[in-house]
């Protein structure tokens, strides 16, 4: 029972302990009623104490008398007689029952088993449907697609990819904090170029696996309003940037309009929001803090005058059926950049659980089986991957030349060994495989790394933009850095921050992350 007890307290502990409990929508129902069957199928002794309080879980039915009702009823020795023994076998059953729960032999099967493989797989059978939590499929207008039984949170991206990761893991851990069903938005291009499209969230990362993981239906706006809409809907979003930014900053850009054909009404946050008011150079803000404002009396007492929407001029407070943010990127429990602490509970509670796709994972596992040249009927060898991010962060080296600001090849080799040493000792592995992804464009460099045996990719040979698009190169790296046994990553890049979460959650493997900006910045 312990087992059963500890799986699902991983799945929904979070969820349960974080949140008060108000009426439930009917998806919230149906989840209660199938976790309450499974846990008295698993054990009929006690009520169980993860129950969720499902009111259908104690039935009262018509007609169903007591004992002591029905035992009046037999008024001769016979059925006296047939009564007890009936009770004496009941009574014996029970003991051979608890005889067997609790003997060492007897193993229950977990309830829940929804916890990290070494190559994840989304292979898993929902519990409920998270699309139960709308009307039914997409509708011109998103009002129409919402149940009035259920509230929604939504918010957008606006930075590189990694970071839009990181944003909307925040957005569904606000969601779980405040008990509503997140919507999320596609992703769009930045670092790899305005006129390469969004890519919807569902074709990176399985949704389904994800909305089972962590206890609560997660939603695309795709599934939610007809993405060929022409209707442009009034709503009033909160404004947080504007309160961690200070005036005269405006709302943070959304392309809500475009994405979603939302004319978004503003009303600033307040400026108690600001996790160190002033301070322009870090402009995070608790998770509570912002989680207040969907409550009295903070809602009420925080309003103000909103900002004219850009379409319609529409002047609005914000929504509470559809609760609306501007950025979420910059929130935090505790710690401001918590992604790469080990506290940080957006990772621990929700990111962790955003698994790749199986076809965006066998795309990669292919790179790799080719890279390697390792056949189909054989496993992909363990193996280390280096993210050597250098292109754009070159700015930051000032007049120290790339080759002194950068690690060196000889700096990389004394990290391999230590990871060789660790995974030796803990694993019995030591992995001989290694490769290099960068965005490093000197040849020279790329020979220097391939003298030394170690592995690259190729987009331009393997013809990825071609056969995939503009998007897959980047998440073709994405995948390899976080299928490895090890990670060394660049100290300050989020992408090796979640690359380096994955290797260690998700496969018991090693991170380092890497310093640099002088000749001995890695010396330890």
């Not at 991983?10 to 149906?30: S, V």
């Not at 829940?112 to 797989?121: A, F, K, R």
């Not at 790899?192 to 206890?215: H, M, T």
């Not at 790296?477 to 959650?505: E, F, K, N, P, Y």
Request: aromatic share 12%; glycine share 6%.
């Amino acid at each position: 029972m312990n087992d059963t007890v500890t799986v699902i307290h991983k799945t929904f502990g979070p969820f349960k302990e974080l949140c008060a409990h108000p009426p439930r929508p009917l998806w919230r129902r149906r989840m209660s009623m199938s976790m309450n069957i499974s846990m008295e199928m698993e054990d009929k002794r006690s009520p169980s104490p993860l129950s969720l309080d499902d009111p259908f879980s104690s039935p009262s039915l018509p007609g169903f008398h007591s004992p002591r009702t029905i035992l009046h009823k037999f008024g001769s020795t016979r059925r006296r007689l047939v009564i007890a023994t009936g009770s004496i076998l009941s009574i014996f059953s029970l003991l051979v029952l608890a005889y067997l729960s609790f003997s060492p032999s007897f193993t229950r099967p977990p309830v829940l088993v929804l916890e990290d493989n070494i190559y994840p797989s989304s292979n898993i059978t929902p519990v409920w449907d998270r699309k139960s939590a709308l009307l039914g499929p997409p509708t011109d207008r998103f009002r129409d697609n919402l149940r009035d039984d259920t509230q929604y949170i939504t918010s957008w991206i606006s930075a590189g990819w990694t970071n839009d990761v990181m944003t909307y893991g925040n957005l569904i851990y606000l969601a779980m904090l405040t008990e509503r069903v997140p919507i999320i938005g596609p992703f769009t291009p930045s670092h790899i170029g305005g006129n390469a499209g969004d890519v919807p969230f569902g074709e990176v990362f399985d949704v389904d696996y994800l909305s089972e993981s962590i206890g609560i239906p997660v939603l695309e706006w795709s599934e939610v309003k007809n993405s060929s809409s022409q209707e442009i809907e009034d709503i009033g979003c909160w404004s947080v940037w504007q309160a961690v930014k200070g005036p005269p900053t405006e709302p943070r850009l959304t392309n809500a309009l475009p994405l979603q054909g939302l004319d978004i009404s503003f009303t600033e946050g307040p400026t108690w929001l600001h996790k160190f008011p002033g301070n322009v150079h870090d402009p995070h803000a608790h998770f509570w803090s912002i989680a207040s404002l969907l409550y009295s009396p903070e809602r009420e007492n925080n309003l103000k005058e909103p900002q004219p929407s850009e379409v319609h001029g529409a002047l609005l407070p914000p929504d509470e059926h559809l609760a609306c943010f501007d950025y979420l990127y910059y929130v935090c429990a505790h710690t401001s950049f918590e992604y790469e602490y080990d506290i940080s509970p957006a990772w621990r509670f929700v990111v962790k659980h955003f698994r790749w796709t199986n076809r965006l994972q066998t795309i990669a596992d292919g790179y790799l089986r080719r890279i390697f040249q390792v056949p189909d009927d054989l496993p992909i060898p363990p193996y280390i991957a280096i993210h050597a991010r250098r292109g754009d962060f070159i700015v930051y080296c000032g007049d120290v030349p790339s080759e002194d600001c950068f690690p060196s090849v000889s700096a990389y080799q004394r990290r391999i060994a230590e990871i060789q040493q660790d995974t030796r000792e803990r694993l019995g592995i030591v992995p001989q495989h290694v490769i290099m992804l960068s965005d490093e464009s000197d040849p020279a460099w790329w020979d220097s790394i391939r003298m030394v045996g170690w592995y690259t990719t190729d987009h331009v040979a393997e013809d990825t933009v071609n056969k995939y698009g503009r998007w897959y190169p980047l998440l073709i790296d994405a995948v390899i850095q976080s299928s490895g046994i090890g990670l060394i990553g660049m100290h300050g890049s989020t992408m090796s921050v979640l690359a380096g979460r994955r290797v260690q959650d998700w496969h018991n493997g090693v991170y380092i992350d890497m310093k640099w900006g002088t000749p001995n910045a890695d010396d330890h």
